[in-house]
């Protein structure tokens, strides 16, 4: 028996984008600190796109962003120019249009996400206020836009004129999970975020910008590498400059302080002594550190002859700053916290990255259980941060690089090493009761609280001079 | 460093004692079977024989990690009711499964390092709702001052900063990154306490619904020549918290509030005749205490010393020699 087949007609179907996909999916890879660190982001575009003429050691002298939040709002506001009606598509479209003006310089906004994106994270109803110049409107975002069809936006005029160009951010109706996080552990979300803001803006911030969170201003955490003038038997970090397909690169990498003794090592290893370690690279772009001591392979940790990380080498930081007036050409990827490990950029530069670790790597080892020896090679050394390092090698004699692409200069410091070769040494390592050790101390040194290893290595040379 | 005897230890004894009170406030009498109490006892296993005497029905555990000091514990056993372990926290909080079983915690530590709010949040993230969860750590901020003449520390940034060091080592349950250490001990001890809130809502986020750690009291003193902060709060549903807090408000020594500042001890070295003299006019104000005794005990902190007494006259214990 043979059925008759429906007729289907073929024609175009609905591939449109749903809204609420767009909201809850958005939002889901990102951290609730990187939300709203993008918005911090805006600001500073927001700077650079209305103040060409930013100059000097505090171009953002001046310009600030205001967080505040609670159990039941959270808003940013900043006088950092607002947005251009022209920009309008750019601000508010999901996503960045081809035909968007270029006028931003130095920006790290990409794709067109970040507001948007923090909006969604954080709540429901949302009004955005701006003043640009004779610009001066309101957006605004309600649970019923976001549930509907429609991709348009009303935008009305803002009545009342404000003191100074910038924009605000207020958002109410907050999620559940986010009420929590500003309510109930408020505390820890300020220090969370406080300490976030201190490491990822403390170039800008000390560059003069000002970010307060409910009312605190924000004090940069900037790392800093020790240097000391005299360059013989002395710690000085390794520097890399080039300039490469508009992009200047700055690579430094250094000691924060003194290598850990054997007892610091092993205290570290049973006890976590510290709540967080800030050895490991900073990637900063356009000012904004996009990567924070980080420790694994996509710093080159682990890689072509750098060993792995290990408690040892707590006291190895490295910076890698990347400057460039177009932001598509910086090796972040979409949430701007992040590397795009695959760029051909970052993958030259981080043959640097390990040529310069690799020295301070090997210097921990050729040390290792002589720290207190070591501490000598950084006296009268100073602690410098990236922008003290930039100026510092302005003195020094760089050399030309000459195979390594991009070709660049750097400054390879000679790291003092220990005088005996390795070859002929052998290192003794042995396990004694605590009581015993401090017995054994307090009968050697009159103090019972020396280090374990000095304790050791005094009996042997006890016993070696009787041994002659 | 072996920490001298409870009997040379006042301050300490009367905050012990003031513990027992909050264990009454919160367990019932029919319910002590219910709880066990884990503490790190030391050699005499004061804290648990004092458990006993209040708590006979409650089982207790003691988790030592010294191999001598654990014979010594073995030999001071107060009761059956005690079990003996060898073994330190971190590995016990691997194997500790709490099930549904209430517990009490003293986390009893002498030093200061971040590991033991590392316990305090996997402890926090373990127990069951109705568990009580005190901790006591060290509180000297003059080991966290910069002086001028330290070999450690020089203004160029070259050396060892000790406000810095305190800052790197506990920058996760800081309340702010460049939080300025400070000195005065009641200061230092606010610091703590909000540090320990902090590892609270870490260990236990409200987004996460459910459980959340409630303080009840906090108090700071000297033992012997050392600073202390203690902290005790009760893990609990949030819906719990109003009728919790409502049986302790009426306490003056309760710290129900994480922004309310910590609770001084600080008694005040009297004879047993000048006890036995003002016995009899308390309670009443330290002031009137004061015009009593008719002199002077500790020149200008003598009426904040007697203020001490008039609160914690009834937790001060009398010490007598006894010969056996």
């Known amino acids: 028996m043979t059925t008759k087949a429906k007729q289907v007609i073929y024609e175009l179907v609905d591939a449109s984008p749903v809204k609420s996909f767009f909201v809850t999916m958005l939002t889901r890879d990102i951290k609730l600190e990187d939300a709203i660190l993008d918005l911090l982001d805006n600001c500073v575009d927001g700077i650079l796109r209305s103040h060409k003429n930013l100059k000097g050691l505090k171009p953002y002298d001046g310009f600030y962003a205001e967080i505040k939040f609670n159990k039941s709002s959270f808003s940013i506001s900043d006088n950092c120019g607002g947005i251009p009606w022209s920009l309008k598509d750019y601000a508010f479209r999901m996503g960045r249009s081809e035909d968007r003006p270029k006028d931003v310089i130095g920006s790290v906004g990409v794709y067109g996400i970040g507001m948007k994106r923090a909006i969604f994270k954080i709540g429901k109803d949302c009004l955005i206020s701006t003043q640009n110049k004779i610009d001066r409107y309101e957006v605004e975002i309600t649970p019923e836009w976001i549930d509907n069809d429609s991709w348009e936006i009303p935008v009305k005029a803002m009545k009342k004129q404000q003191y100074e160009d910038g924009t605000t951010i207020y958002i109410t109706n907050l999620y559940p999970g986010i009420k929590a996080q500003f309510g109930t552990d408020a505390e820890l979300f300020f220090s969370e975020l406080e300490r976030m803001v201190a490491k990822h803006y403390a170039f800008i911030i000390d560059k003069g910008f000002e970010v307060r969170i409910n009312g605190y201003s924000v004090k940069p955490l900037p790392t800093k590498l020790m240097f000391t003038r005299t360059s013989k038997n002395s710690i000085q970090p390794f520097i890399f400059e080039a300039k490469w397909d508009n992009v200047e690169v700055f690579v430094t990498v250094g000691f924060t302080q003194p290598i850990p003794t054997s007892d610091e090592i092993s205290d570290e290893q049973t006890e976590k002594r510290y709540s967080s370690i800030d050895a490991g690279w900073t990637v900063i772009c356009n000012d904004r550190a996009v990567l924070y001591c980080d420790r694994t392979e996509l710093t080159g940790w682990g890689e072509a002859g750098v060993p792995r990380y290990h408690t040892q080498f707590i006291a190895i930081s490295g910076m890698v700053e990347f400057k460039s007036p177009d932001a598509s050409k910086l090796p972040t990827t979409t949430t701007k916290r992040g590397i795009d490990a695959s760029s051909q950029l970052y993958l030259q530069i981080k043959n640097k990255m390990r040529e310069g670790m690799l020295l301070f790597t090997n210097y921990t080892n050729k040390w290792k259980g002589q720290a207190e020896e070591t501490k000598k090679h950084m006296a009268n050394g100073k602690a410098l941060s990236l922008s003290e390092i930039k100026n510092e090698a302005k003195s020094l004699t760089l050399s030309q690089t000459k195979r390594t692409i991009p070709s660049g200069r750097q400054y390879k410091p000679s790291l003092p090493l220990p005088k005996t070769i390795e070859a002929r040494q052998r290192r003794i390592t042995f396990l004694k009761s605590l009581d015993e050790v401090r017995l054994v101390s307090e009968y050697l040194f009159e103090d019972k609280n020396i280090d374990a290893s000095r304790v050791g290595e005094e009996c042997f040379n006890i016993a070696l001079k009787e041994a002659k | ?324």
């Not at chain 2, 609270?200 to 409200?206: V, Y």
């Not at chain 2, 205490?289 to 008719?294: E, I, P, S």
């Open chain 2, 1 to 324: 460093m072996a920490a001298p005897a409870y009997h040379l230890r006042t301050n300490k004894a009367v905050e012990r004692l003031l513990f027992l009170k909050i264990l009454r406030k919160i367990i019932p009498v029919g319910e002590m079977a219910d709880y066990t109490y884990y503490s790190f006892g030391g050699p005499y296993l004061d804290d648990f024989r004092l458990i006993h005497e209040n708590f006979p029905d409650m089982k207790m555990v003691s988790i030592e990690r010294d191999p001598d000091i654990f014979k010594r514990q073995q030999f001071h056993q107060p009761n059956r009711n005690i079990e003996l372990l060898n073994n330190d926290l971190h590995s016990f909080l691997a194997q500790y499964d709490a099930g549904d079983k209430k517990c009490v915690f003293w986390l009893d530590y002498t030093q200061l390092e971040y590991y033991q709010f590392e316990e305090f949040m996997l402890l926090l993230s373990k127990v069951s709702p109705g568990s009580i969860i005190k901790i006591t750590l060290m509180a000297q901020s003059s080991n966290y001052q910069n002086h001028p003449n330290d070999e450690h520390f020089s203004n160029d940034g070259s050396a060892i900063d000790k406000n810095q060091k305190f800052r790197n080592k506990f920058q996760e349950v800081l309340p702010s990154s460049n939080v300025v250490i400070p000195r005065p001990q009641l200061e230092f001890a606010k610091l703590l306490q909000s540090m320990l809130r902090i590892a609270s809502q870490k260990a236990l986020p409200s987004s996460a619904g459910g459980l959340f750690y409630q303080p009840l009291t906090s108090f700071y003193y000297k033992d012997g020549n050392v600073g202390i902060f203690t902290l005790t709060g009760i893990v609990c549903e949030k819906a719990e918290v109003s009728k919790i807090t409502e049986s302790f408000s009426k306490w003056k020594l309760a710290n129900l509030h994480w922004k309310k500042r910590p609770t001084r001890i600080d008694i005040p070295v009297l004879s047993t005749k000048e006890r036995l003299q003002l016995q009899s006019y308390l309670p009443c104000a330290g002031r009137d205490l004061l015009k009593l005794l008719g002199y002077k005990i500790d020149g200008t902190r003598s009426l904040e010393q007697m203020k001490q007494y008039a609160e914690f006259y009834t937790e001060y214990p009398y010490f007598i020699r006894a010969v056996i």
